[in-house]
């Protein structure tokens, strides 16, 4: 698999992930590689990858390795890890923003794989963007949504591209979600889904579908239940067991006639998730309220 193939892949162009990912090559191959087995639950695999590529000389490289590791444990609950690694990430690109490529529109009509490399964040603006959102997001999860606010704006001056875009949508949904005003969220939860939509980066689809369903379902609004459940199926077709059993944990709330078979499915997924754990990982899981990890 080349290196165009793995990064439409990493950024979810709707191909189901392969059984092999290939890990040597060069920082960003091996950085693509690692983005893939995270969307798979594979977290022990794309640790392995990205703690050599922390210390990279490259701040760049460094900046977007410590981002993804810090995904990674926010997924499963684990904010306060995720902070201390979001920050690293932030100090090793600075916290002005200098890219005028990152300025452009996010949501155009290029689907991943015909993109230039530099239009899936993978730079300097890109780098800054993806810290200063993964900062936000564990703010947010700490109970700090006025810190969270304050970091999302940042992220959205640094790169107004397709993928800062999307991840920002969540972000401001979920911030408006926390202080009680669902109606709020909606706007961008429904901007997130539509450019990734737009994009055909099924992935983001996919979590950009959970965020717009809970907005909707927070607000009263129809539409919440299809949503959700689209994004669970699309996640178990394509194999991103790292979002499958959120969609599936949400889609029990919304679908009460099958929610057992909703939340035996989640934990199903969990579990295998936590086998290709590292421990570092599965103690957070085991220790998080947010991850349902035992009997419910």
Known sequence: MDEEALAAVAFGSGTSLPDSI???????????????????????????????????????????????????????????????????ALLAVGLTATDTRAQTTGNTQLSPRSAEPSDYGLDLAGARADALLGLAADNLALGRTSAARRLAVRAAQADRRWRATVRGGWVAAETELADGQPEAAIAPAQLAYD?????????????????????????????????????????????????????????????????????FRSREVLHAVLRHADPGVTRIALESPWVPVGPQ
Do not use: C
């Open 195 to 263: 450019t990734a939509v737009s994009r055909g980066a099924a992935r983001h689809v996919v979590k950009s579908g959970i965020v717009l369903g809970v907005a909707l379902h927070a607000a009263g609004r129809p539409g919440a239940r299809e949503l959700v459940i689209a994004a669970f199926e699309a996640a178990e077709k394509q194999g991103l067991d790292s979002l499958g059993w959120v969609a599936a944990q949400v889609a029990a709330d919304l679908d009460p006639g099958r929610a057992e078979e909703y939340r």
């Open 22 to 88: 290939p890990r040597d090559g060069s920082p960003r191959r091996r950085l693509l590689a690692a983005i893939v087995l995270g969307a798979r639950g594979r977290y022990a695999a794309a640790a392995a990858l990205l703690e050599p590529l922390r210390r990279a000389a490259d701040p760049v490289t460094a900046s977007l390795a410590g981002s993804t590791l810090a995904s990674h444990r926010r997924q499963l609950g684990g904010h306060t890890a995720a902070r201390k690694l979001d920050g690293q």
